[in-house]
């Protein structure tokens, strides 16, 4: 049972553009989520975070978004660049799982083109 | 801040030898550290939790004595596969929390071969 899905497993994007990246989840006892990105072979790294007290986090060129109603929550970036290429998962934590275990949707890869 | 290493990076070993892979935390205590496994084009599966000076928690579905965890101090975490096989080809990530709650960090991952 994927209870964190990303459901677009690729996105190409433009240089200079917005990259939006959105992920579901279905466990409403989730409140805290993160977003990861990750090089092949390497392991991932932590971008941002957002708790369910809150709506929007920014951070530079990075911002979540959490619609709680929706169970919905999407990364933008802007603007776009190439070496934001890489795979970012979606995480999220809380509920039965405590919220040191974080569980992961499968990844979308986004490259961006020069 | 935050950095977390492997060692090794990768390993090639035979069928039926166990190998043991290193998790540590540089610049901060780890309470807890988790081991992870990717299986190409697929999400980072959670193995296992370990806390500092306790039996590691495994996830359902892995074997606890075949992927022998060891979390003897706050700063390293081991993950040994014993009697490898190649089934168990697979990039192994650890990653360490204790300094934010909620976020951990993760190390560079290990790619392990069984031939």
């Known amino acids: 049972d994927q209870q964190v899905k990303q459901n677009s497993p690729s996105l190409s994007v433009q240089e200079g553009r917005i990259s939006i990246l959105n992920c579901d989840y279905t466990?409403?006892?989730?409140?805290?989520f993160l977003w990861y990105k990750k090089y092949p072979a390497e392991g991932p790294t932590f971008l941002i975070s957002?708790?369910?007290?809150?709506d929007k986090n920014e951070d530079g060129r990075f911002t979540v978004f959490l619609n709680k109603s929706a169970k919905h929550l999407s990364l933008h970036i802007v603007p776009s660049q190439p070496g934001d290429s890489a795979v970012y998962f979606c995480?999220?934590?809380?509920?039965?799982?405590?919220?040191?275990?974080?569980?992961f949707g499968t990844g979308t890869k986004l490259q961006v083109i020069p | 801040g935050a950095v977390v290493s492997q060692h090794p990076s990768w390993v090639i070993c035979k069928s039926g030898t166990s190998v043991k892979i290193e998790c540590r935390s540089l610049?901060?205590?780890?309470?807890?550290m988790f081991w992870y496994r990717q299986f190409p084009k697929q999400s980072l599966m959670l193995m296992a939790t370990?806390?500092?000076?306790?039996?590691?928690?495994?996830e359902q579905g892995v074997e606890k004595d075949k992927f022998l965890i060891n979390h003897a101090s706050l700063t390293l975490s081991t993950l040994t596969v014993t009697s490898a096989h190649p089934e168990d080809s697979s990039f192994y990530i650890c990653?360490?929390?204790?300094?934010?709650?909620?976020?951990?960090?993760f190390g560079p991952g290990t790619r392990l071969t069984v031939t």
């Open positions: 957002i708790s369910s007290i809150k």
């Open positions: 995480a999220a934590s809380g509920g039965s799982g405590g919220y040191q275990k974080v569980t």
């Open positions: 610049d901060f205590q780890a309470t807890t």
């Open positions: 370990s806390n500092e000076g306790s039996k590691a928690t495994y």
């Open positions: 990653s360490a929390s204790g300094r934010v709650p909620y976020e951990q960090y």
């Open positions: 466990n409403s006892m989730f409140d805290y």
